[in-house]
């Protein structure tokens, strides 16, 4: 049986990367495939009724790519240059489902084919697509900037077929360009006749950090910290994208989370030409102070200024949201600038007594809290001549 379903697969896998992405004869394939294939999943997804009965709030999530960062060891400044995606700064859409109930549609969203629900998983909310094919549209604020970022978690339990495929839909509700995951242990990326599959480092199934970088018509797609495709012109064949499509099409009930659409960053000639630099770059998981590795793009940079200006001394100031009391954001806003201090050291090789920290917590808020987008821009870390 289990022989049967692997050659079903292949078919399948081939009809896809062969033709049109959306194929009507690949699709029932691929459906047909998942139906034979092993049923016996472990159940990791939550109900929510601890959750909608106990009336505690949801902890305020920040997104990161999964892989625990380490102070001090190498961790981040090791991250492969070819990672270089920083996300934008001014924040246009970012959702992590804690303002839906749980079990209902998100009210930011829309939807255009199947059925999804807000869910919740370890205690993070997430949105499921229930139905064996779903496609859902951000309601974003207005036209796409020329320069942004657009990054979210995926999440599907094995096996999982292609069951992501993000498309930037033109204004004629055409394809302009598409990425899909995963195909065998592939991320294909299309864009008119132009195509690339590129094997993906590390286990398929599970979490992921999906994260697309636009300059202009060029654009770069990143799963965790792997860049998969590389396009100088995405938009050549089909013109410029007006919005984005998540179609989720397995029945394994595929979610997404953390979604963060910003416009930016546009670097300036000279890092710290203004006398500061304000960055959402250097990521924490929530309640930490330890760096993530995604951290190490912006990383590289100041390290970078640091070393071309010997003579500069920086202070480094951590900023939160609202989320928690005053007392604790203030404790882990400064630990987090002595954090992003000592790996700039250790990592880097960039002296410690350059560098003076401190931390604000909540006290100084870029934006409103009251917004998802708000609390996005106000986690920051911000670099200051001296």
Not at 20 to 25: D, E, K, R, Y
Not at 120 to 129: A, F, I, K, P
Not at 294 to 323: C, F, Y
Not at 336 to 363: E, H, Y
Request: hydrophobic residues 40%; glycine residues 10%.
């Amino acid at each position: 049986m289990r022989a049967r379903v692997l050659v079903v697969l292949c078919v399948a896998a081939f009809l896809v990367d062969a033709g049109p992405a959306h194929a009507g004869l690949a699709d029932k394939l691929k459906k047909k495939a998942e139906k034979k294939a092993d049923e016996t999943v472990d159940k990791t997804l939550g109900t929510g009724e601890s959750a909608e009965t106990s009336g505690a709030a949801p902890e305020e999530k920040e997104s990161t790519a999964g892989a625990a960062g380490v102070k001090g060891s190498g961790s981040v400044g090791s991250v492969s240059t070819k990672f270089d995606f920083i996300p934008g700064d001014k924040v246009l859409f970012a959702d992590d489902f804690t303002q839906d109930e749980l079990g209902e549609f998100p009210t930011r969203w829309k939807l255009e084919l199947g059925t999804f629900e807000v869910a919740e998983m370890d205690g993070e909310r997430w949105l499921r697509c229930m139905s064996d094919d779903g496609r859902i549209r951000m309601k974003l604020p207005g036209a796409l900037p020329e320069r942004w970022t657009l990054e979210f978690d995926f999440y599907c339990a094995e096996p999982s077929g292609q069951a992501l495929t993000l498309s930037g839909m033109n204004d004629k509700d055409g394809v302009s360009w598409e990425t899909g995951f995963p195909q065998a242990q592939n991320v294909i990326f299309r864009s008119g006749s132009v195509f690339s599959s590129t094997p993906l480092e590390g286990k398929v199934p599970g979490r992921h950090h999906v994260m697309l970088l636009a300059r202009g018509p060029a654009l770069k797609v990143y799963f965790d910290r792997q860049r998969v495709s590389n396009a100088p012109d995405a938009h050549a064949a089909n013109g410029a994208p007006v919005e984005f499509e998540f179609r989720l099409w397995t029945n394994k009930q595929p979610m997404i989370g953390n979604v963060r659409f910003a416009e930016g960053p546009t670097p300036p000639p000279d890092l710290l030409a203004g006398g500061k630099l304000v960055t959402h770059g250097i990521r924490f998981k929530t309640g930490s102070d330890v760096v993530e590795p995604e951290s190490a793009p912006i990383l590289r940079q100041v390290a970078a200024w640091m070393t071309k200006n010997e003579a500069a001394k920086v202070s480094i100031t951590g900023h939160t949201d609202n989320v928690g009391t005053p007392a604790s954001n203030l404790d882990l806003s400064k630990r987090r600038a002595a954090s992003v201090a000592k790996v700039l050291a250790a990592d880097f090789a960039i002296a410690a007594d350059r560098f003076s920290t401190d931390g604000k917590g909540d006290s100084a808020p870029m934006a409103p809290n009251a917004t998802t987008e708000g609390r996005s821009m106000n986690r920051r870390v911000e670099f200051a001549k001296l």
